[in-house]
């Protein structure tokens, strides 16, 4: 058993002990997408600091674990999560992810909110993400192996759950593109100069997360997607300047339309 391996551990065993044995589906919920859990039919619900997992201290991320039907769906919700650039180290930031998997979770539906590159990525725009460049500097999965040493991240984002996910876009009246996502360390917005290079790279969306739940899950062989909301569009595009305000406060107005989305998709 290596370090990193008794805190999962514990976690695994406090989501057994407060949650109950493990639904098939996780969410993991981005800035300001905290009310997707109203559309939830609670079972049970734990803090984050009850679980054992780190506390977010940025705004949107409420830090607690909820279990309850989704639609028909039974899933647990992570609302909120850690950042790199709050000072965590990347196997911290992925313990959540590994966590479910060893408590018994076999998919994972991850959200986060967004800049927008690409033309027609506008604000209130959903984005199944279809691929990522990691620009953050670093991987959770540097060090011992949880899983597969040397993971294929050829379908990383799972095609079938991809599909379902633009399915049910269109079936709810969801606005929806596919995109690839570059993922950076912050806290700092990317400059112009910046956005113009990702935007040189392939990029259609630009965010601070995602990429190290993605890369940690593909380790375990966990099933799974990432729906990105476009908060705002980036450095250099708008005209304007950006705050974090404005990036909850929109993906906020778009978290019925993810809820909506999710449980067409699910069941």
Partial sequence: M?????????????LMEQLGSAPTTALIL??????????????????????????SRVAGHAGRAVRGMLGSVDVVVFSGRVHLYEGHSPDVVVRGV?????????????????????????????????????????????????????PDMTFAYDPALRGALVAAAETVGAPMREGVLAAVMG?????????????????????????PEILAASEVGLRAAAIGV???????????SLSHSEVTENAGEAAAYVASLLMEALS
């Fill in 230 to 240: 476009v908060s705002n569009r980036a450095a250099g595009l708008s005209g304007g």
């Fill in 30 to 55: 981005g800035s300001g997408l905290g009310p997707v859990v109203d559309g939830l039919t609670v079972r049970a619900e734990a803090s984050f600091a009850e679980l054992g997992l780190p506390q």
């Fill in 187 to 211: 806290p700092s917005y990317e400059t112009p100069a910046e956005i113009r290079m990702i935007q040189g790279m392939g990029a259609d969306i630009v965010g601070m997360s995602t990429v």
């Fill in 98 to 150: 590994r966590a479910l998997a060893r408590w018994g979770v076999e998919r994972l539906i991850l959200t986060c909110s967004v800049g927008g590159i690409s033309p027609g990525f506008d604000p209130g725009t959903l984005v199944s993400v279809s691929d990522h460049i990691n620009l953050q500097g670093c991987s959770p999965l540097v060090g011992p192996a949880f899983g597969t040493r040397f």
């Fill in 2 to 14: 290596h370090s990193e391996d008794t805190p999962v551990a514990g976690i695994a065993d406090a």
